[in-house]
């Protein structure tokens, strides 16, 4: 029988012998330590994960401090975006994000003072900041932490992790100037003043996955939200569709530096992590976000949307409150209570422990 020989203690005046291991008692140890390793490495992760939910919030507590010292100099909340009214902008030319209006207050001032934030940050490629990765903005969960690349494989933007508040669903009228019920709207300047639910009991910004997969430029879908995910996926006709099997067809949360909702925001449509599902001409089911009609690209047509707070963090969300608290909140919190949170001054109570 093949044994392994391991030499034992013996007492100095006994005989010299050598004794083994039998394979069976060799296979019955490793089991004991495959067995051990299984028990342990689910505690492991775990640890990991926690970790990982802690830096998140502190990313996210880095960007409540910064927020308060942009108001304490601007005297109001950074805008979502800036247009002219009456103006419509062709191709991209995207207005800088809360994100990048508040990168001073960031330790980014180097970048903050490479552009300028009157001149569309996409035509700022050369200087390199919207490809930039911003670790403050980045959950260490997020899988795809990578830079998207444009149709020839160059390097364009970097994603985010944390979309800023923009309410529940009308996002812009352009028509009337008239933003959302959240934070931060397109033109927006708000003080402290306009939350009149409270700073502690309205959303300031909560986590978003990179690479998202969304729909946008249909038709104006009117006020009345959408009551479930089938009723927004009823929204898809004549749409133009930011998704595919490639990580780079999803370009939901892609660019830091753009300031319309479906790149920087975030709205309370449906619950945190609520699946929303669309089954696409190819085949395949995607986990969608939607914006009406991207801002900045009609003179009339109003933006609704549907941004879904997502996170990697199992059954959570982390989020920011505007008083610069920071919160983990539940996949199963109660819609009307999640919806509470997103508007600034809505006149509703809610106790902290209903979230």
């Known amino acids: ?8 203690w013996r007492p100095v005046d006994g005989p010299s012998r050598l004794h083994g291991f039998t394979l069976v008692e060799l296979l019955v140890v ?17 640890a990991r994960e926690a970790a990982r939910q802690v830096q998140c919030k502190n990313n996210l507590k880095q960007i409540g401090i910064a927020l308060h010292n942009y108001v304490a100099a601007n005297g109001v909340f950074p805008p979502s975006f800036c247009i002219q009214p009456g103006t419509t902008l062709t191709g991209n030319n995207g207005s800088w994000s809360v994100h990048g209006r508040i990168l001073p207050y960031m330790e980014q001032g180097n970048a903050y003072d490479a552009v300028r934030l009157d001149v569309a940050w996409d035509a700022q490629l050369s200087t390199g900041v919207p490809t930039m990765r911003m670790p403050m903005y980045l959950c260490p969960s997020e899988v795809n932490d990578r830079v998207r690349v444009n149709s020839s494989g160059d390097p364009y933007t ?31 300047r708000l003080t402290t003043a306009a939350i009149s639910d409270g ?50 067809d999803n370009t939901g949360h892609t660019e830091w530096a753009d300031g319309r909702v479906h790149h920087s925001g975030v709205t309370t449509v449906f619950t945190p992590n609520t699946p929303v599902a669309y089954v696409h001409t190819d085949g395949r089911e995607y986990d969608v976000d939607f914006n009406s009609q991207q801002e900045g690209r009609s003179a009339t047509q109003r933006t609704f949307a549907a941004v879904t707070a997502r996170s990697y963090h199992p059954g959570v969300v982390n989020a920011l409150l505007t008083d610069g608290s920071t919160q983990t909140i539940s996949d199963s919190i109660a819609l009307p209570v999640w919806r509470t949170l997103g508007t600034r001054a809505g006149d509703e109570v809610i106790p902290s422990s209903s979230f």
Not at 222 to 233: C, D, E, F
């Open 199 to 248: 700073t502690s009991h309205t959303l300031a910004a909560v986590e978003v996955k990179a690479f998202t997969s969304y729909f946008r430029n249909t038709a104006d879908p009117g006020p009345q939200v959408p009551s479930s995910p089938a009723a927004l996926a009823a929204l898809a006709g004549g749409a133009g569709f930011k998704l595919g099997p490639n990580i780079n």
């Open 1 to 8: 029988m093949l044994r392994v020989f391991l030499r034992r």
């Open 30 to 46: 490793i089991t004991i330590i495959g067995i051990l390793i299984a028990l342990l490495l689910p505690a492991v992760q775990a």
């Open 158 to 188: 970097y994603p985010q992790n944390y979309g800023f508040n923009f309410g529940t669903w009308l996002v812009w009228d352009p028509a009337t100037g008239q933003g959302g019920d959240g934070v931060f709207h397109v033109n927006g």
